[in-house]
C-alpha cells in the first residue's frame, strides 16, 4: 500500500471536526443549564437575538447562566489538564524514537470517545456532568496539544531549510484555520437544521476516518529500528525520561536561556490570546449582543481571515523583515483587538473588531522555526514536547482562569476579560527586547543560526 508524507490532511479533517464540536458544546451546555436554571425551555427564535424581552427577569436568568456555563467550562478543563499534559509530553517526547505518528494516532482515540460520549449524553439527556468525566478519559490519550506537537515535529522532520519550515509550519497554522472556520459557518446551520445529535455523530465519524489514513497511508517521517527484548525496552523508556532533560543539559547556558525566553514568550502570547477567545462564545450569547446560533458560526468562522492573512504576513514579511519584528506585529494585533473587543455592543462592532487582529496567528510559526532550528534533528520532538507541554498547560489555565474572571465580572463589565488579555499581551512584547539582548554577545555559530534574520537580505532565496 502506498503511503505519503502529507500530515496536512491529518491536520485539516483533525481542525474541521474538532472546531465543529467546540461551538456545540458551549451552546449544548448552556441550553441543558438554562433548562436546569430557568426550568423552562430555551427560547428559540428564529431572529438574530434572543435578547427579545428586557424585563429584570430574563436579564437574571442570562446572568445567572452566564456564571454557571463559565464554571462547568472551567471545571471541564481542569479534570482534562493533569492527564493531557502528561500524555503530551510522554507521546511527543517518545516519538524521537518511534516515530511521530503515535501522537496522531492516539489523540484521535482520544477524540472519538469524546465525540459519542457527547452524542450518548444528548440523545439520551444524561447527567450534564457526564461530559466532564468524558473530558477526563478522552484526555488520557491526549488532546490537541499532543497532535500538533506531533505534527510540528513531523514537518520539522522534513524540511531541510529555515525558510521552508517557516512556510509550512505557518502552512499548517492556515490549514487549522481554514479547516476551523468552514466548520464554524456548517455548525451553525448545521444545528438549526438537525439539532445536536447529527454535528456530534458527523464529527465522530471524521476523527474516524482520520485515524484510518494515518493507521494506514501516512508514512513515517522518522523511522528508529524496533527494539527487541527487555533490554531495549528499558533502553527506550531511560531515553525518554532523559530526552527532555538533555535538550538543555547539553545545551550551552546561553542557548538554554534562549530556548527558554522564546518558550516563555509563546506560551504567554498564546495565554492572552486563547484566554480572550476562549470567552467570546458566552459574551455573544449575552446582552446587549444575544447571538443566534447562525451568528455565532459567522462571528467565529473570521479566523478564516485570520490564518490566511496571517500566513501571507508571515510569507511576505519574512522577506524583508527580522523575525522578532513579525512576532511583534502579531502581538501587537492582538492587543489591538482585544482592547477594541472589550467596549463592543452592537453585532456590526463584533464583527469590524476583528480587523485589527487579522496577523494573529503570525507569532506561532515563527516562534516554533526560531526554537527548532537551536535543537539537533534527534531533538526535535523532546522540543516540541516542552513546547506543546507548556503550551497546553497555558491554554487550559486560560480557559480556567478566564471563565473564572468572566463569571465574577460578567455583572458588572463583561469586556473585562478582554481587556485583561490585552495588558497580558505585553509581557511577550517586552521579553522580546531581552531576545534581542543576545545578538549583542558572541555566541556560537549553533545560536548564531536563530539570529541571522536581522540581516534578511543575505537570504532571499525562495523555497521551491
Known sequence: MKRFHFVEPVVAVYSFASFMLYPLIQQYVYRRLWQQITNSSYPALDTSSRCASNNSNVSSHHEEVQKAASMFSMYSDLFSLIPSLIVTLILVAYSDQRGRK?????????????CLSFLAVSIFELNLYLLIAASFV???FGGIGTMLGGCFSYVADLCENDKQKILRMAGLDMVIGLLSGAALISTGYFLS???????????????LLNLLYVIFFLKESRVVENPVGSDATDGAIQKLTLSIYNLFAEGSRRRNALLVLLIVIFCSFSFANFGGLTVITLYELNEPLCWSEI?????????????????????????????????????????????????????????????????????????????SRVVSKSEQGA?????????????????????SVYSLTVAWFPGFVFLLAAGICLIPISLLGVVRFFRLEDISETERLLVEEDTPAADRTPVA
Do not use: E, Q
Not at 102 to 114: H, N, Q, S
Not at 193 to 207: E, K, L, M, R, Y
Not at 383 to 403: E, G, K, M, P, R
Open 102 to 114: 503515535i501522537t496522531m494516532i492516539f489523540p484521535l482515540i482520544g477524540a472519538l470517545v469524546y
Open 295 to 371: 451568528l455565532i458560526g459567522y462571528g467565529s468562522a473570521l479566523s478564516i481571515s485570520v490564518f490566511v492573512t496571517s500566513f501571507i504576513g508571515v510569507y511576505l514579511l519574512s522577506r524583508c523583515l527580522p523575525n522578532l519584528v513579525i512576532i511583534f506585529i502579531g502581538i501587537l494585533s492582538v492587543f489591538i483587538g482585544m482592547t477594541m473587543m472589550a467596549f463592543v455592543k452592537t453585532t456590526l462592532m463584533m464583527f469590524l473588531v476583528r480587523t485589527p487582529m487579522l496577523l494573529a496567528v503570525m507569532p506561532f510559526p515563527v516562534l516554533r522555526s526560531m526554537m
Open 138 to 140: 478522552s484526555a488520557l
Open 193 to 207: 437544521a438537525t439539532g445536536f445529535n447529527w454535528p456530534f455523530f458527523t464529527s465522530g465519524i471524521f476523527h
Open 383 to 403: 522540543l516540541f514536547a516542552c513546547v506543546a507541554f507548556v503550551d497546553n498547560l497555558c491554554t487550559n489555565l486560560a480557559n480556567a482562569a478566564f471563565n
